[in-house]
Each structure stands twice: as structure tokens, then as C-alpha cells.
């Protein structure tokens, strides 16, 4: 049974910092590209950050470029997204996705999410 558990999320003060973890089972992860993604009533989920299966390679959203760091161990089969200078406009729910690229089988797993809320 493949299971993504987000934990990390909470009421942080602007300009403050948290630290996002997501811990799998069920899945191999060195095969999977890693990302966060985060959702907001009423809009679409949008992609916050990636990190591919080996070699480390990042891509960042435009709007946590600089602030945000996204980061895995595939021996601890856990993905971080750690968060600093968050903004109001940061506040949102936060979701681990594990997507399995070719050339193995694609597969697509996503946490329950942990609600992020920036607000002084």
C-alpha cells in the first residue's frame, strides 16, 4: 500500500519559517520525481517545487524562487520542502505528489496535505 505523509504545516508569522516533510511507503522512491504542489479555495493546485529522482536537479515556481528549498533522501525514503520568508500569500494547503517517470510504468501518488497559514 503506497502512503505519502505530509507533516510540518501550521500558523507562522510573516517572514517566518517552517519546514515541510513528506515520509512514503509502499514505493521506490529513487524512482520517482518528487514535488509539492499547494492549493487555495477556489483555484487550481499549482506546482511549488520539483526534484528529480536522481542527480538532485531543482525546478522552483517563479513565486518561491529564492525562499523555498525542496530536498530528498531516497535511503530515508522522505522528501522536504523547507519554507522560508513566507509571505500571507504562501497560505495554502500543501500536497506531496511521488509521479514515476519513463521508462518505468507511470504512477502518481499524492499526500493528504498539511495547511500552511501565514499570518501575523
Known amino acids: 500500500q503506497v502512503q505519502l505523509v505530509e507533516s510540518g504545516g501550521g500558523l507562522v508569522q510573516p517572514g517566518g519559517s517552517l519546514r515541510l516533510s513528506c515520509v512514503t511507503s509502499g514505493i521506490t522512491l529513487w524512482r520517482y520525481e518528487m514535488n509539492w504542489y499547494r492549493q487555495v479555495p477556489g483555484k487550481e493546485r499549482e506546482l511549488v517545487a520539483s526534484i528529480a529522482n536522481v542527480g538532485g536537479r531543482t525546478n522552483y515556481a517563479e513565486f518561491v524562487k529564492g525562499r523555498f528549498i525542496i530536498s530528498r533522501d531516497n535511503v530515508k525514503t522522505t522528501a522536504w520542502l523547507q519554507m522560508n520568508s513566507l509571505e500571507p500569500e504562501d497560505t495554502a494547503v500543501y500536497y506531496c505528489?511521488?509521479?514515476?517517470?519513463?521508462?518505468?510504468?507511470?504512477?502518481?501518488?499524492w499526500g493528504q496535505g498539511t495547511q500552511v497559514t501565514v499570518s501575523s
Open positions: 505528489n511521488a509521479k514515476q517517470l519513463p521508462p518505468w510504468a507511470p504512477a502518481d501518488y
